[in-house]
Nanobody, 128 residues
Framework: QVQLVESGGGLVQAGGSLRLSCAAS????????MGWFRQAPGKEREFVAH????????TYADSVKGRFTISRDNVKNTMYLQMNSLKPEDTAVYYC?????????????????????WGQGTQVTVSS
């Protein structure tokens, strides 16, 4: 029903910037929320940020506050993650995800189980 396509990953030096994109299929797309997660080898999938689609309210993990900015273009059905001041510990596969209809409290959406649709992931590597 929903297809998410990520792009923008790559190799950057520490202190650099990168912008990730996640495009959703369909002429109309009005989910409750979209989010970004990341997963490093041998680690659990980690919440990065989410944005409520209608009002644009954002939430960030403490590890990325002040460095990353989540946004969306609801005309293009696209979500973005602007990553600045990148650190080697940001190295991971980054995934976008969405939930079409609210499940409950916002605690759902700082965990992977809150999302029903996922992109394929895009690799971000930050060199030291």
């Amino acid at each position: 029903q929903v297809q998410l396509v990520e792009s923008g990953g790559g190799l950057v030096q520490a202190g650099g910037s990168l912008r990730l994109s996640c495009a959703a299929s369909g002429r109309t797309f009005s989910p409750y929320i979209m989010g970004w997660f990341r997963q490093a080898p041998g680690k659990e999938r980690e919440f990065v940020a989410h944005i409520r689609w209608s009002g644009g309210t954002t939430t960030y993990a403490d590890s990325v506050k002040g460095r990353f900015t989540i946004s969306r273009d609801n005309v293009k059905n696209t979500m973005y993650l602007q990553m600045n001041s990148l650190k080697p510990e940001d190295t991971a596969v980054y995934y976008c995800a969405t939930d079409l209809v609210i499940k409950g409290g916002m605690y759902y959406y700082t965990h992977a189980y809150g999302y029903d649709y996922w992109g394929q992931g895009t690799q971000v590597t930050v060199s030291s």
